[in-house]
């Protein structure tokens, strides 16, 4: 892992602790990262690298996020969170996407695979949790 994204993650873990601290998805993730190798923390990254590059490449020609390619790449999001870092409910999930617009530092990272991707996948996490 990278000295950035090891800082990065660092400082989103003493934000998290301070908002969520005592949600059961906090304590999940914490229980499941505690063990995490070098090579786990690469798969966390090239996954979510590789799905939010899914959602540029849609973005980019100009899939609305109603569509039904989206909306799988909305579900694939929530079940690789699933599967690596906590239970990720529809409620999570929305506040997710709301997470990726409201707080730059994630905005800016997202959109590094794309001016615009993050409030693209917030778009396609809104319109996939209203439909629910």
Not at 35 to 53: A, K, P, S
Not at 66 to 83: G, T
Request: proline share 2%; with cysteine; glycine share 6%.
């Amino acid at each position: 892992m990278s000295n950035d994204y090891k800082a990065m993650q660092d400082q989103y873990a003493k934000e998290a602790k301070q908002l969520w601290g005592d949600t059961d998805a906090y304590q999940e993730n914490e229980r499941r990262m505690a063990d995490y190798t070098q090579e786990d923390w690469d798969v966390l990254r090239d996954g979510m690298d590789n799905i939010f590059e899914g959602f540029a490449k849609l973005n980019e020609r100009g899939v609305t996020p109603d569509h039904e390619k989206p909306r799988l790449l909305v579900r694939k999001l929530q079940m690789f969170i699933d599967e690596h870092m906590y239970h990720c409910t529809d409620e999570i999930l929305a506040g997710l996407g709301e997470l990726y617009i409201s707080d730059e530092r994630f905005t800016k990272n997202i959109d590094k695979h794309g001016e615009g991707t993050a409030a693209y996948i917030s778009a396609c996490i809104q319109s996939y949790c209203a439909d629910k």
